[in-house]
T-cell receptor, first 114, second 113 residues
Framework: NAGVTQTPKFRVLKTGQSMTLLCAQD?????MYWYRQDPGMGLRLIHY???????AKGEVPDGYNVSRLKKQNFLLGLESAAPSQTSVYFC?????????????FGPGTRLTVL | AQSVTQLDSQVPVFEEAPVELRCNYS??????LFWYVQYPNQGLQLLLK??????LVKGINGFEAEFNKSQTSFHLRKPSVHISDTAEYFC???????????FGPGTSLSVIP
């Protein structure tokens, strides 16, 4: 049981490049989330999904897109990376809503945009 | 709107001493409250949560927290810390009718041998 996994673990991009971060969970959770973590700001929600085929905006969605084509996967895309998107990205999942259920987090992806 | 304040960004404490990490939130409605811990180079793990009932909540690794509605606080305590408790601690809040969780900025706990 791997829990929540994220690919890749590290990435360096140049301004304007695109990339996709992959999150996978093997716990059959309905809800999945993408957060970014910046020093002194805690975690901020980018996008989330309440089930396969659904997505919704979080607190800081601009510059990101997501897709949830399969229940176990949640993809985060950056179409045109900017230095302001340098951050650590965490994916999480929960059985039902994370507002009252434990969220299980992946190990994170450290992204640097030059 | 919801917000979470963790007044102390860094807390150094000697091994076997007690510790309290403070968390205050702003919300005009009923809330659920969480403490998560992040060990170096790892994702977050749930320490404990308050949904309803007893205001004193016990979690893993000897931690506990007390919900104080009048003070809008949810402080985390441990009577005797260990070196392995060195980590970042995040308080989080969600409203009972709002499908998002808001995280505080975190408190870095350093346990000194």
């Amino acid at each position: 049981n791997a829990g929540v996994t994220q690919t890749p673990k590290f990435r360096v991009l140049k301004t304007g490049q695109s990339m996709t971060l992959l999150c996978a969970q093997d716990m059959n959770h309905e809800y999945m989330y993408w957060y970014r973590q910046d020093p002194g700001m805690g975690l901020r929600l980018i996008h989330y999904s309440v089930g396969e085929g659904t997505t919704a905006k979080g607190e800081v969605p601009d510059g990101y897109n997501v897709s949830r084509l399969k229940k176990q996967n949640f993809l985060l895309g950056l179409e045109s990376a900017a230095p302001s998107q340098t951050s650590v990205y965490f994916c999480a999942s929960s059985f039902q809503s994370g507002r009252y259920n434990e969220q299980f987090f992946g190990p994170g992806t450290r992204l640097t945009v030059l | 709107a919801q917000s979470v304040t963790q007044l102390d960004s860094q807390v150094p404490v000697f091994e076997e001493a007690p510790v309290e990490l403070r968390c205050n939130y702003s919300s005009s409605v009923s809330v659920y409250l969480f403490w998560y811990v992040q060990y170096p180079n790892q994702g977050l793990q749930l320490l404990l949560k308050y949904l309803s009932g007893s205001t004193l909540v016990k979690g893993i690794n000897g931690f506990e927290a007390e919900f104080n509605k009048s003070q809008t606080s949810f402080h985390l305590r441990k009577p005797s810390v260990h070196i392995s408790d060195t980590a970042e601690y995040f308080c989080a809040v969600s409203e009972t009718s709002y499908d998002k969780v808001i995280f505080g900025p975190g408190t870095s706990l350093s346990v000194i041998p």
